[in-house]
C-alpha cells in the first residue's frame, strides 16, 4: 500500500491487513469449529410465557470464544419454521460471511445449515445477531470473544462477560406496527411522556409551542415500553466466585434492540481499557454511555470486603438491572437520576435550531444534503456550509458527487489529518455526556495526507408521526448505492437532524471517529451520533463487495434508516437466487391497523394499511339516529407532511334516515400543518369543495383531548336547487376525551353535533 506514509502498523493491520479478498484457509490456520442452533423456545422473562428466539436454547446464545490466528467454522442449524441469518458483527472478514441476507449471504431457510468460515486476525470483545427483521429482539444474538496472541499490556486475573439486552414480552412485529400508528402507549406507560398539563406545571408551553410548529410532540430518547432489562438473560444476576483482590476484565457488549444504558460502578474506580474490542490508552472512568450495539472492556478490582454492582440505567431512566461481583455487602454504584425532557425541551427551544427535516423527500433522487444541512438542525460555525455550492447536475445521487470541484476552503476541512486537528470540533459532541473524547488510540491512526479524500455527508432523518427513518430524506427502499473508491479514504459526516441517538453500524469496517485526540483518534465498528449533532468518521476503501450501514436502533433500521456502501465489484455469483429487493423490501413492509369506537350515541370504525408513500384507509360512521357516512380512500405521499387522495364517500342523504344513500367521488390533499394540525382539503363529484382540520392533545397522563371540524358548501354546480336557492353547506364537527386504559382500550366520552353526546370504549387493533 504505496500511499501510506504515516499509518502505523497498528493502523495498518486494521485497514489492510484484514482485506478480506480471498476466502479459505490459504494459511493452513489451525481450525476451531462450532455449530450453534436457533430455535424458538418459550420463556418467563418478566411475568408471562411467551414465545422466543434462541441460539442453543438459551438468552444471550452461546459464547463463542477463538484465539487470534485459528481460522473460524461455525455451523448455523435453523431449527425455525422461518428464515434466520447470522451476522458477526465487528469482525472483519469475507464478504460473502457477513450475514446480511439476500445483500451478500443467502438466508438460512427452516431445517437448513449454513456454513460460515473465515480466519481470525484480530482479537476482542465482539458479538454476533441474526439480521433477519426483528428476530435480534426475540432472543438471537450472543458474545463473540477473541483472545490475543500476545500477552496484553494490562494485567487482569480473570475474566467476566456482560451482555446487555432489553425485553418485551410483545412480538416485536407487533411493537413496530403500534410505533407505525403513532400510539402513545408506550410512552404512557413508562412514565416518560409529558402531557400538557406538566408542561405547563415546568414552564414549558412557550417550548411545547416551539416544538409544535416544527411538527414536533417534543424531545424523545427512546420510543419503546421494556418491562425489564437483562444481563446475560437476568434481572439482577451474581457472581460470587470473584475473590478480593483479584483484577476482573469485564466484557460488555450492548445486544439490546432499542436501548442505550447508562453503566456505573461501585467500588474503586474502574479502568477502561477497550472500546469495540480494540485496546485504547486506559483510563480510569466510571459513569460511561454504552449505545447499542458497542462494546467496552473494563478492569475491575474486587474489594477486600463487600461486593461490586455494576449497574445499568435505560439512558430514558425507565429502568434498569444490575450485576454483582464478589461476596458481602454491596458496594453500590452511583445512581443515575431519569432526564427531564421538559427541561430538554426549554432548553432546546432557546436555541438557533431547525428541527422537522423531512424523513421522506419529495424527489428521493435530488441531490439536497447541504441544503438539507444548512436549513435544519444546529448552526454552527465550524462546520462547512454548502448551501450556495453549484451543482452541475442537481440530480445526480449523493454517491455520484465529484469532490474534486470543491473550493479551497472546502478542500482544506478535508485534509487526512487535519493542520490542528487537536482543536477541529467538526465530528465532535458538544455534550460531553455522549462525545467520544476519552477514547484515545494506543497508536497513530491517522492516514497519510498524500491519500485523496472523498467526503461524504449523511443527513440522519426521521418521522416519529409515520415512523420513517432515513438518510438524507431517503429511506433505504429508496436509496441508490453509497459509491465508495478503492485505494482512497472515505470521510462521512453523519450529521443528525432528529431527537433521537443513532448507534450507526458499518458492515466489514472498523473506521476513524475524530475526536480531540487527533491523529489518535480511536478506530470503531460502530458510532453513537447525539440529537442534532454531527459526529465524522473516515476508513480507508482496501475491500470489495457490498456492506450496508444502518442505525442499529433495530426498529429505525426496520423503518428504512440504513443505506449500502459498495466498491461496485461484481456481485458473487453464489448470490443470484437471493435478489437485495428481499432485504430493501424488510424495511418498506404494509402495516396494518384499525380502531373501532362503540358509544351510547354512536360507533365508528377506522382502518389502515400503509406502506412508506402509499396508505389505504377505510372509515365508517353510524349513529344510533339512523346518520351514516363511510369512506374508501387511497393516498400517495409526496413527502412527510403532503399527500393526495383519491377515494369514494357514501352518506345517508335525509338526516335519521337510511332510505336515500349518496355516493360521490371525492379528490383532494391532506396536510400536517405546523402546529400538528390534520388538513383536509376536498373536491366530491358533485362538485363541491370541502374543508376539515383535526387536532389531538394529552393534556393530562393517559387524557387526551381530541376534536374535528368539517364545512362543506354546495354552490349547485351539480345539485339542482330551487329558485330561491343558491348555496348550501354542511358543518360537522366534535369533540372529546379519550383515557387510555392499556394499549388496546380506551375510554371516550364526545359529542358530535350530528348524534350528540355520549360515552364508550375504544378498540385498537
Same mark, same amino acid.
Given at each position: ?24 484457509? =490459504? ?8 455449530? =450453534? ?70 438466508? =438460512? ?51 467476566? #462477560? ?117 485496546? #485504547? ?192 430524506? #431517503? ?55 447525539p440529537p442534532m449533532e454531527s459526529v465524522t468518521l473516515e476508513f480507508y476503501g482496501d475491500e470489495y463487495g457490498d456492506w450496508i450501514f444502518h442505525c442499529h436502533v433495530l426498529y429505525?433500521m426496520m423503518g428504512g434508516m440504513a443505506s449500502v456502501l459498495s466498491y461496485g465489484t461484481p456481485r458473487d455469483p453464489r448470490m443470484k437466487d437471493f435478489p437485495v429487493s428481499n ?20 360507533s365508528e370504525l377506522n382502518l389502515v394499511a400503509s406502506d412508506f408513500r402509499n396508505q389505504f384507509n377505510v372509515s365508517a360512521e353510524y349513529g344510533w339516529n339512523k346518520n351514516l ?137
Open positions: 500500500m504505496k500511499h501510506f506514509i504515516t499509518v502505523l502498523v497498528f493502523a495498518l493491520s486494521l485497514q489492510t491487513a484484514f482485506s478480506q479478498s480471498l476466502e479459505g484457509n =490459504i494459511d493452513n490456520l489451525p481450525v476451531k469449529e462450532y455449530t =450453534i442452533n436457533v430455535k424458538e423456545i418459550t420463556v418467563n422473562k418478566v411475568g408471562k410465557s411467551v414465545k422466543a428466539m434462541s441460539i442453543d436454547g438459551t438468552i444471550p446464545g452461546t459464547t463463542l470464544e477463538f484465539n487470534e490466528g485459528e481460522y473460524a467454522v461455525i455451523y448455523v442449524k435453523n431449527e425455525m419454521e422461518v428464515e434466520t441469518s447470522m451476522h458477526w458483527h465487528g469482525l472483519l472478514l469475507p464478504n460473502f460471511y457477513d450475514g446480511v441476507p439476500y445483500l451478500t449471504t443467502p438466508p =438460512i431457510r427452516p431445517g437448513e445449515t449454513l456454513k460460515y468460515e473465515f480466519p481470525i486476525k484480530q482479537a476482542g470483545t465482539y458479538w454476533y445477531h441474526s439480521h433477519t427483521m426483528l428476530q435480534e429482539q426475540r432472543g438471537v444474538f450472543g458474545a463473540f470473544i477473541i483472545h490475543p496472541k500476545k500477552k496484553e499490556s494490562f494485567e487482569y486475573d480473570k475474566e467476566l #462477560v456482560l451482555m446487555l439486552s432489553d425485553w418485551t414480552n410483545e412480538n416485536p412485529m407487533n411493537v413496530l406496527r403500534n410505533l407505525k400508528r403513532g400510539n402513545e402507549w408506550y410512552g404512557i406507560k413508562k412514565g416518560t411522556s409529558t402531557p400538557l398539563n406538566r408542561v405547563i406545571a415546568q414552564g414549558g408551553f412557550g417550548a411545547q409551542l416551539n416544538f409544535w410548529k416544527q411538527r414536533m410532540e417534543g424531545a424523545d430518547i427512546a420510543d419503546i415500553y421494556y418491562p425489564t432489562f437483562l444481563i446475560n438473560g437476568e434481572n439482577n444476576v451474581e457472581y460470587p466466585e470473584f475473590k478480593p483482590g483479584e483484577k476482573v476484565r469485564i466484557r460488555i457488549v450492548n445486544g439490546s434492540a432499542s436501548t442505550s444504558f447508562w453503566m456505573t460502578f461501585g467500588g474503586e474506580m474502574p479502568t477502561l481499557v477497550s472500546a469495540d474490542g480494540l485496546n #485504547v490508552v486506559p483510563i480510569k472512568k466510571n459513569k460511561t454511555f454504552i449505545a447499542i450495539a458497542e462494546a467496552y472492556d473494563y478492569i475491575v478490582t474486587i474489594p477486600e470486603e463487600g461486593k461490586v454492582e455494576f449497574k445499568i440505567v435505560a439512558q430514558d431512566g425507565s429502568g434498569g438491572t444490575s450485576a454483582y461481583l464478589g461476596t458481602g455487602n454491596v458496594l453500590h454504584a452511583e445512581e443515575i437520576t431519569r432526564p427531564d425532557k421538559i427541561a430538554m425541551m426549554k432548553s432546546m427551544a432557546k436555541m438557533d435550531m431547525k428541527m422537522g427535516a423531512p424523513a421522506l423527500k419529495y424527489r428521493p433522487n435530488k441531490d439536497e444534503r447541504f441544503e438539507m444541512r444548512a436549513k435544519y438542525g444546529m448552526k454552527m460555525n465550524a462546520d462547512m456550509d454548502h448551501s450556495d455550492m453549484k451543482m452541475e447536475d442537481q440530480n445526480m445521487s449523493h454517491s455520484e458527487m465529484d469532490h474534486s470541484t470543491m473550493n479551497a476552503s472546502e478542500m482544506s476541512a478535508m485534509d487526512s489529518e487535519p493542520k490542528d486537528e487537536m482543536s477541529n470540533t467538526k465530528g465532535m459532541s458538544s455534550n460531553a455526556d455522549y462525545n467520544y473524547d476519552y477514547l484515545k488510540s494506543k497508536e497513530k491512526t491517522a492516514f497519510s495526507k498524500d491519500i485523496p479524500v472523498t467526503e461524504i455527508l449523511l443527513n440522519l432523518t426521521g418521522n416519529m408521526q409515520r415512523y420513517i427513518w432515513s438518510m438524507n430524506g #431517503v429511506p433505504l427502499s429508496e436509496s441508490d448505492n453509497i459509491n465508495i473508491k478503492g485505494d482512497q479514504v472515505t470521510r462521512i459526516t453523519l450529521n443528525n437532524l432528529t431527537m433521537m441517538h443513532h448507534p450507526m453500524h458499518l458492515h466489514g469496517h472498523f473506521f476513524r471517529v475524530l475526536n480531540k485526540n487527533g491523529a489518535y483518534s480511536p478506530l470503531k465498528h460502530t458510532v453513537n451520533v429505525h432485504i430493501i423490501e424488510e424495511t418498506n413492509k404494509f402495516y396494518t391497523w384499525g380502531t373501532l369506537d362503540v358509544a351510547s350515541h354512536k357516512e363511510a369512506e374508501f380512500t387511497y393516498e400517495r405521499y409526496l413527502f412527510d407532511f403532503l399527500r393526495v387522495f383519491g377515494g369514494v364517500n357514501v352518506e345517508n342523504e335525509i338526516d335519521e334516515s337510511l332510505d336515500e344513500i349518496e355516493t360521490t367521488a371525492v379528490l383532494g390533499v391532506r396536510y400536517l400543518t405546523p402546529f400538528l394540525f390534520n388538513l383536509d382539503v376536498r373536491m366530491d363529484s358533485n362538485l363541491r369543495p370541502q374543508i376539515g382540520i383535526s387536532r389531538e392533545i394529552m393534556i393530562f397522563p393517559r387524557t387526551v383531548l381530541f376534536g374535528e371540524y368539517e364545512y362543506q358548501a354546495d354552490f349547485g354546480w351539480v345539485t339542482d336547487f330551487s329558485a330561491d336557492e343558491n348555496y348550501r353547506s354542511e358543518t360537522v364537527w366534535n369533540v372529546g376525551l379519550e383515557y387510555f386504559l392499556s394499549r388496546d382500550f380506551s375510554l371516550t366520552a364526545s359529542y358530535d353535533n350530528r348524534f350528540g353526546t355520549g360515552g364508550g370504549v375504544s378498540f385498537r387493533f
